[in-house]
């Protein structure tokens, strides 16, 4: 059973930063590995991504700023955030597909299969 559990949300003033960890298990890590973000009356948006063989992606909103990394050993997919901004302010998911798949596909949230329950991030003064 894949189980993808979030955490390391908080609230956070603008130019702060805060790490986003997800605990795995059940997983072979052989698919794309993600963090999505969304916020009420808005579409589910992919933040970063990491495909099976190591290449990653990250959305021109964050790029520079946020920083995806897995570590197997650790059965963790991290989101590392830096210069928080009022619009990264959002529940942030991370999520995994079955089968592996090209960075450019990673980037696509219907082709994921496991989602975890998210973690809230507001940044505020």
């Known amino acids: 059973q894949v189980q993808l559990v979030e955490s390391g949300g908080d609230a956070v003033q603008p130019g702060g930063s805060l790490r986003l960890s997800c605990a795995v298990s059940?997983?072979?890590?052989?698919?794309?590995m993600s963090w999505f973000r969304q916020v009420p009356g808005s579409a589910r948006e992919g933040v970063a991504a990491?495909?099976?063989?190591?290449?990653?992606s990250h959305a021109d909103s964050v790029k520079g700023r946020f920083t995806i990394s897995k570590d197997r050993a650790k059965n963790r997919l991290y989101l590392q955030m830096k210069s928080l901004k009022s619009d990264d302010t959002a529940m942030y998911y991370c999520?995994?597909?079955?089968?592996?798949?090209?960075?450019?596909?990673?980037?696509?949230?219907?082709?994921?299969?496991?989602w975890g329950q998210g973690t809230q991030v507001t940044v505020s003064s």
């Open positions: 059940g997983y072979d890590y052989r698919g794309c």
């Open positions: 990491v495909a099976y063989y190591g290449t990653d």
């Open positions: 999520a995994a597909t079955r089968s592996g798949l090209g960075i450019t596909a990673c980037l696509d949230d219907f082709r994921y299969d496991y």
